[in-house]
């Protein structure tokens, strides 16, 4: 997958090294690549003259649908419903911390962030911050623990954004399992693994590494069960 963010003129490389796409229209753009692949597109606008719509065209080797989620993230999939990337949740800030109302908006595979800056009394330059990323997981690793497999597994930074559980059980647990046969063949060996993995899921804020432990009992009763204290660390089917 691809994206025409339609930089606007010529490039000025600033001290940092940082390409800098300078506009005759009273703003800036900085892309900011990171090392999971995920990529910052960074727009300062200067004044109150600068537009209040960018747009992103999204490429893939096959059609993409955009959708845009309860908290404003944008999901995108391929034609067959598959993971293939996201837009984590927009923001806008002004040269004072304040927040400036900002929206995503989609029409086919065209996403485009509107800032409302003209709407009210802000400090400028205003930095927005579309925030792009397809790998889920940054690392994977299997090891023994307590005699049997242990699968660990780390948000990337794109992954650590998502606040909706959901995305990580539809398109997280594919993605671990595409990472390798090994790691396929460890995750669906017993059904504890899948039900720690959606335990980790609802708790990724504070989970740090996922590890999840192949000698933890299969659940007889849902893992939400207790969760307070066992945190996905279960020892019984029915219990803690």
């Not at 404003?72 to 419903?81: H, N, Q, S, T």
Request: proline share 6%; glycine share 8%.
């Amino acid at each position: 997958m691809w994206i025409d963010a339609a930089l606007p003129g010529p490039a000025t490389i600033a001290d940092e090294g940082t390409a800098v796409f300078v506009s005759g229209e009273e703003y800036s753009v900085a892309p900011l690549p990171h090392d999971d692949g995920s990529v910052q597109i960074i727009t300062v606008l200067d004044s109150a003259a600068a537009p209040e719509r960018f747009d992103y065209d999204f490429s893939s080797t096959s059609n993409v649908t955009l959708e845009i989620q309860e908290d404003g993230m944008v999901v995108i999939l391929d034609d067959a419903g598959g993971f293939v990337g996201g837009v984590a949740s927009p923001w806008a800030f002004d040269a004072n911390g304040v927040s400036v109302p900002t929206h995503f908006e989609v029409s086919g595979a065209k996403l485009t962030q509107v800032v409302d800056h003209q709407s009210g009394d802000f400090v400028y330059p205003i930095s927005a911050d579309p925030y792009l990323g397809q790998n889920l997981w940054i690392y994977h690793t299997i090891d023994i623990y307590n005699g049997q497999q242990r699968v660990n597994l780390r948000l990337s930074g794109f992954g650590t954004t998502i606040s909706q559980p959901w995305i990580l059980i539809d398109y997280g647990w594919p993605e671990a399992l595409n990472r390798s046969p090994l790691m396929n063949s460890v995750l669906t060996s017993k059904a504890t693994m899948r039900q720690q993995f959606d335990c980790h899921a609802f708790g990724s804020a504070f989970a740090g590494d996922w590890n999840l432990e192949k000698f933890r009992p299969n659940r007889t009763v849902v893992w939400s069960f207790g969760v307070a204290i066992h945190r996905c660390n279960w020892t019984t089917p029915d219990q803690y």
